[in-house]
């Protein structure tokens, strides 16, 4: 028992070492003030080079941990119009729970997604939504519903595994009560989905889809 209680909280610090990882493609999204870069001084061209490079490194090592491990397909296997719609479905109904735990937790002190919008409006504003709403929402299902997930279930009941990995990928986003929660029931609704369809593409699809809504109100009503 305490063997295996080892085990699962070296996975889970695995499984932050891994999440720090896979941030790598974000430096490419922001201003690089160590380059002596500012605002008015951009070179495009030099971050969406960083954002492939380092998206690719990071994917490339994330697949092949994934499969080495797990059989589950990481891209399309069979796939639906049923399957499709269920995954906007939960989309759909995460990001409500999401509106209305904002509603009611966010105080005037909480600042949410300020950075991001402004990055928006810049220059550099369609490098930051595919990397928040694209790279970000695969690499990040590929840890944690995939990695992260399948390993903690081989060690705990497949509830305790999603509420585990959840709490883990909640707390890695979050520094606000409401984002915390809300992204932990978020990633509920996305190890549900896999446990589902018994896919990892749906979840990743899913994850995008909650992304581009998020952002859509944010630049709509934020």
Same mark, same amino acid.
């Given at each position: ?5 080892? +085990? ?23 201003? &690089?003030?160590? &380059?002596?870069? +500012? ?6 061209? /030099?971050? &969406?080079? !960083? ?12 697949? +092949?941990?994934?499969?080495? /491990? ?18 906007? #479905? ?43 709403? *694209? ?6 299902? $590929? $840890? ?8 903690? +279930? ?9 509420? #585990? ?9 979050? /520094?606000?009560? !409401? ?5 932990? *029931? ?6 549900? $989905? ?5 896919? $990892? ?15 859509? *109100?944010?630049?709509? &009503?934020?």
């Amino acid at each position: 028992m305490v063997a295996r209680l080892i +085990r699962v909280f070296g996975y889970v610090l695995a499984g932050l070492g891994l999440f720090i990882f896979i941030q790598l493609p974000v430096l490419a999204d922001g201003y &690089w003030n160590w &380059w002596g870069e +500012r605002p008015q001084q951009i070179n495009v061209g /030099y971050h &969406w080079g !960083a954002l492939v490079v380092l998206t690719v490194g990071v994917a490339v090592v994330l697949v +092949r941990c994934y499969h080495h /491990y797990f059989e589950m397909p990481v891209l399309l296997g069979y796939f639906s119009w049923s399957m499709m719609g269920l995954t906007a #479905l939960v989309a759909v109904v995460v990001v409500v729970i999401q509106m209305g735990i904002s509603g009611l937790l966010v105080s005037p002190t909480e600042t949410q997604n300020d950075e991001i919008m402004a990055l928006i409006h810049s220059p550099l504003g369609l490098l930051t939504l595919v990397c928040t709403n *694209i790279v970000s929402p695969v690499l990040e299902e $590929l $840890l944690f519903r995939g990695i992260v997930q399948n390993t903690l +279930r081989r060690y705990l009941p497949v509830l305790g595994a999603i509420m #585990l990995t959840n709490a883990v990928f909640a707390l890695g986003h979050g /520094y606000q009560l !409401a984002s915390t929660v809300g992204i932990f *029931i978020t990633g509920c609704g996305f190890s549900w $989905l896999v446990l589902k369809t018994k896919q $990892l593409s749906t979840a990743m699809g899913c994850h995008i889809l909650v992304n581009w809504l998020v952002t859509l *109100i944010n630049m709509m &009503w934020g």
